[in-house]
T-cell receptor
Framework: GENVEQHPSTLSVQEGDSAVIKCTYS??????FPWYKQELGKGPQLIID?????GEKKDQRIAVTLNKTAKHFSLHITETQPEDSAVYFC??????FGKGTRLHILP | DGGITQSPKYLFRKEGQNVTLSCEQN?????MYWYRQDPGQGLRLIYY???????QKGDIAEGYSVSREKKESFPLTVTSAQKNPTAFYLC????????????FGEGSRLTVL
């Protein structure tokens, strides 16, 4: 079955700097790669997703890139703000999630 | 307001007792899912259902049971056979032919004493 590896598990960046979170997947048939943000005590919410026929997608300060050959995809957050502090999850095959990255934005 | 409602938000139980977590959605979604979240373990799939009266085991189904008698409802029972039941449980739903996005509830935190 599908396996998703996510790195790093914890990331601290200075406010205003960029943050990058990376995921690799095992099933080459996977074609949908969402990213979810989970705030404390809440359920995850989709923030951006990408399909396998696209290499990059942007939405304001967040972007996702996909390398199908290498089977990895990344979340990029630019100009980080305090409200970006949360846990971020990648997923593949829609329902298989990585272990999450706790992002801390330092003042 | 459309959404997914999980209850209770917090639950305490004694070891050896079964407990049922409720999940209700009014989004008219066909598929529903249960995940378990532990620190450092991410979201692990327990059970999922794509249609009423049918469900499939996920990666960690042992010690859990579900039912899907109505489209709107997908309750999860944590049985006494689950060796380490203390966790945060998340329910989600999605349309079968949607974009692929999962819509999550706010979770239920179960503590077994």
């Amino acid at each position: 079955g599908e396996n998703v590896e996510q790195h790093p598990s914890t990331l601290s960046v200075q406010e205003g700097d960029s943050a990058v979170i990376k995921c690799t997947y095992s099933d080459s048939a996977s074609n949908y790669f969402p990213w979810y943000k989970q705030e404390l005590g809440k359920g995850p919410q989709l923030i951006i997703d990408i399909r396998s026929n696209v290499g990059e997608k942007k939405d304001q300060r967040i972007a996702v890139t996909l390398n199908k050959t290498a089977k990895h995809f990344s979340l990029h957050i630019t100009e980080t703000q305090p409200e970006d502090s949360a846990v971020y999850f990648c997923a593949a095959s829609r329902v298989i999630f990585g272990k999450g990255t706790r992002l801390h934005i330092l003042p | 307001d459309g959404g997914i409602t999980q209850s209770p938000k917090y639950l305490f139980r004694k070891e050896g007792q079964n407990v049922t977590l409720s999940c209700e959605q009014n989004l008219n979604h066909d598929a529903m899912y249960w995940y378990r979240q532990d620190p450092g373990q991410g979201l692990r799939l327990i059970y999922y259902s794509q249609i009423v009266n049918d469900f499939q085991k996920g990666d960690i189904a042992e010690g859990y049971s579900v039912s899907r008698e109505k489209k709107e409802s997908f309750p999860l029972t944590v049985t006494s056979a689950q060796k380490n039941p203390t966790a945060f449980y998340l329910c989600a739903s999605s349309p079968l032919r949607g974009t692929g996005e999962l819509f999550f509830g706010e979770g239920s935190r179960l503590t077994v004493l």
